[in-house]
């Protein structure tokens, strides 16, 4: 059974089969009448949003068809922009936005200055409490996971890394492996597990090992595929969208493999409190978690398989805890040091 101490493993698939077995059904309940009530008299909702701009529209305008007496409003930027402008528009007074969907380490700024309101949804019972803030600041609304990705005409599957230790086999030094020039998470979750000591000396190990660094995922997954480089340590998402269309890319998780969580806030200072329950009631029930796999993203509920089922089935796990980020700014610099990037 989780808790909330640093480190602690999700056991895999295997070993909590009964909590995700098909079949099970979590009831969905019928939104309060009085927030019914009072979201038609607010008639809005502002959803502040790091989600792609294509997907996004795409959740409001299913939402909108639900509730047609709420006009949803959107916006949408880049998870440093999105804190900035929350930041600024506090210090000139303005409470604008309901709900936030953006990245991990936006929780605890937020909350230290107050600015997120506790909200624990009905549809909660149907995700794992690991991935529920116990207070209600925040819950996870889909997840992204570190893996190993390679290069199916470049290395055959037997000669695979099958474990981190494996990785750093002199055969795949210089420049064999892509690395995010960004993948802070990645060592924030191996610290919470491994403590800050053995995972700094990894990844020091790691970067001994001479690999590419360049920023982001689905560029880096592409070059892959083109034989740039044999193997990535990339979002498992990004490599299956390709894996899927028949590229010659597949992945597998080096467990335990780091889960990152993209929560959904409300906040402090809602203009429409009751329309953003309504929000985030949506965002995490079963229709929102079949949008999210629909758009190839990783769905919370254990009533929504991804697709392929694998992207979140089956493999031991770390969850990089949002409240984990105290000390964000120090494994950033730490990362930023160990492979030379400034």
Known sequence: ??????????????????????????????????????????????????????????????????????????????GGPMLNKIMTEVRGGRHAWDILVGRGEMVLPLMERKLLASYVSPETKAIDSQLVDKEGYW?????????????????????????????????????????????????????????????VSYFKRLAAMDPVPKRGNTERVQMAVAGEYPLIIAYNQTIQRMTSRGAPIDWLALEPAVVQVNPAMLAANAPHPNASRLFVDFILSKQGGEMLRSFQRIPVRKDVDPDPARLFRGYKYVIENPEDYKNFDETVKLYLEIFKLR
């Open 1 to 78: 059974m989780w808790n909330r101490s640093r480190g602690v493993l999700v056991l895999s698939l295997l070993a909590v089969a009964v909590c995700w077995q098909t079949g099970v059904a979590w009831s969905q309940s019928a939104p309060d009448s009085k927030v019914i009530e009072g979201a038609k008299k607010e008639g809005e909702v502002v959803w502040y949003t790091t989600m792609t701009l294509d997907q996004s529209k795409q959740v409001v305008d299913a939402f909108q068809k639900k509730y047609p007496f709420i006009k949803p409003t959107l916006f949408r930027t880049g």
């Open 139 to 199: 819950t996870a609304y889909y997840i992204n996971t570190y893996v190993l990705g390679w290069n199916t005409k470049m290395v055959k599957k037997a000669d695979v890394p099958t474990s981190y230790e494996e990785l750093l086999n002199p055969k795949w030094k210089g420049g064999q492996i892509s690395i995010d020039t960004e993948a802070y998470g990645m060592l924030q979750g191996l610290i919470g597990l491994w403590g800050k000591e053995k995972a």
